[in-house]
């Protein structure tokens, strides 16, 4: 009788392990959950990129299956000297979405912020097309094939929707712009070219953005999508701005990403009417409420937004191609520290001690609900 009973605890054992087994196995994710829709992607610091954290790096390769580089393949990195390339971490990042078998992005070609110093010194016309063919040319080409699509531009709007002021306008005018994307597409046919910037969504940005890219590409510049950085806040943009956009640019027959989503629950400087912006916020409880924990109806808040957002997301799934979290929790987050130095913020779907928050169940569900 007891030999009965041994091999009854023994069977039950190994069917609530395989019972298990299987559940780890089909745990939902991310990627999972949205794999007919569009890539879910996230931005990967340097360490994440050395595959430094095991934790955050089995949390990577579980959710997502689209990467972005958040700083290392910008131009001061890259080439931080005329005639001085560096691809020792655009290497390794090229090399981790290929062996997890992730959709890469190259983030960013051309950009006037985070320029190497020798770049702002170019001074004519000759001098920056002659930069453009090499720096352009020799990255991508190096990666040709292996890059799934690139922010050829990035930033090259200001808020009215005119041309923002850079090396790269000052010497070479508008042209610049339809020489990047033709550079681009001659080093690799193939690539996706993008065209990324933040407020885009925003009517006056969003109309001269259309009216750039409709410029490039009747110079005969290849443009394949439009990046949607999406910075956004808990009540703004609206849900109907962020659909007018999608329907917009998807009219130009562009793929829309949306390429660095992140929602700040903090205050800002011009938040406050009338504050003087240049006063210097850092320390102010007021603009950093929750230094030590986010409160539970925030997290509600939160969750909500990103349901809506995914919601919209859902209904134009067939005109977006990507959405990428900046970030893959919220310890890392450049919002920790912009624009004020030292707080403490919650934009992202997992929290610093990589736990899934409740935006992340409410992305997650809209699925579950959805099958
Ligand atoms: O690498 C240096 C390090 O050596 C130094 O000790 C440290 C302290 O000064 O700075 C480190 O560089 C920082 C870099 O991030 C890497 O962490 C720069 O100061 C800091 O300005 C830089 O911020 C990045 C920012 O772009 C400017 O490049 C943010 O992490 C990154 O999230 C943010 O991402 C941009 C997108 O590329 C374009 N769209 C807007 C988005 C937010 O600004």
């Known amino acids: 009788m007891r030999l009965t009973n041994h091999y009854l605890l023994l069977l039950s054992l190994i069917i609530l392990g395989s019972c298990n087994a299987k559940k780890e196995k089909n745990a939902v994710s991310l990627k999972d959950s949205y794999k007919n829709d569009f890539y879910i992607g996230t931005a990967l610091d340097t360490n994440q990129i050395k595959e430094k954290n095991v934790k955050e790096d089995s949390l990577i390769k579980k959710e997502f299956n689209a990467i972005t580089a958040e700083n290392i393949m910008k131009s001061m990195y890259?080439?931080?000297?005329?005639?001085?390339?560096?691809?020792?971490?655009?290497?390794?990042?090229?090399?981790?979405?290929?062996?997890?078998?992730?959709?890469?992005?190259g983030h960013t070609l051309i950009w006037h912020s985070q320029l190497a110093p020798w770049m702002t010194e170019i001074k004519d016309s000759t001098e920056m097309k002659a930069f453009m063919k090499d720096h352009i040319t020799t990255i991508v080409s190096k990666y040709k094939g292996r890059i799934d699509s690139w922010d050829v531009v990035n930033e090259a709007l200001n808020e009215d929707g005119t041309l923002r002021k850079s090396v790269f306008l000052n010497t070479l005018g508008e042209q610049y712009l339809v020489d990047a994307f033709k550079l681009a597409a001659a080093a690799d046919p193939k690539a996706d070219l993008y065209y990324n910037d933040y407020n885009n969504e925003e009517p006056a940005k969003r109309e001269g953005n259309i009216n750039l890219i409709k410029k490039i590409k009747a110079a005969g510049g290849k443009v394949d999508g439009v990046g949607i950085q999406a910075h956004w806040r808990l009540d703004s943009p609206s849900i109907e701005m962020i659909e007018e956009s999608i329907l917009a640019y998807s009219a130009l027959g562009l793929k829309v990403a949306f390429t660095e989503?992140?929602?700040?629950?903090?205050?800002?400087?011009?938040?406050?009417?009338?504050?003087?912006?240049?006063?210097?916020?850092?320390?102010?409880?007021?603009?950093?409420?929750?230094?030590?924990?986010?409160?539970?109806?925030?997290?509600?808040?939160?969750?909500?937004?990103?349901?809506?957002?995914?919601?919209?997301?859902?209904?134009?799934?067939?005109?977006?191609?990507?959405?990428?979290?900046?970030?893959?929790?919220?310890?890392?987050?450049?919002?920790?520290?912009?624009?004020?130095?030292?707080?403490?913020?919650?934009?992202l779907l997992f929290d610093k001690e990589l736990k899934p928050k409740k935006a992340y169940q409410s992305v997650l569900k809209l699925k579950e609900t959805k099958e």
């Open 261 to 347: 989503l992140d929602i700040t629950v903090l205050p800002n400087p011009w938040d406050l009417k009338g504050a003087d912006i240049n006063q210097n916020f850092e320390g102010s409880a007021k603009m950093n409420p929750y230094p030590e924990k986010l409160p539970d109806s925030v997290q509600v808040k939160l969750a909500e937004r990103y349901a809506s957002i995914f919601k919209l997301f859902l209904k134009h799934k067939d005109k977006i191609s990507r959405v990428t979290l900046w970030g893959v929790h919220d310890g890392q987050s450049w919002l920790n520290d912009w624009p004020i130095k030292g707080r403490t913020n919650y934009p």
């Open 78 to 105: 890259m080439h931080p000297a005329k005639d001085k390339y560096d691809f020792a971490l655009s290497d390794k990042f090229v090399v981790y979405g290929e062996k997890n078998k992730m959709f890469v992005h």
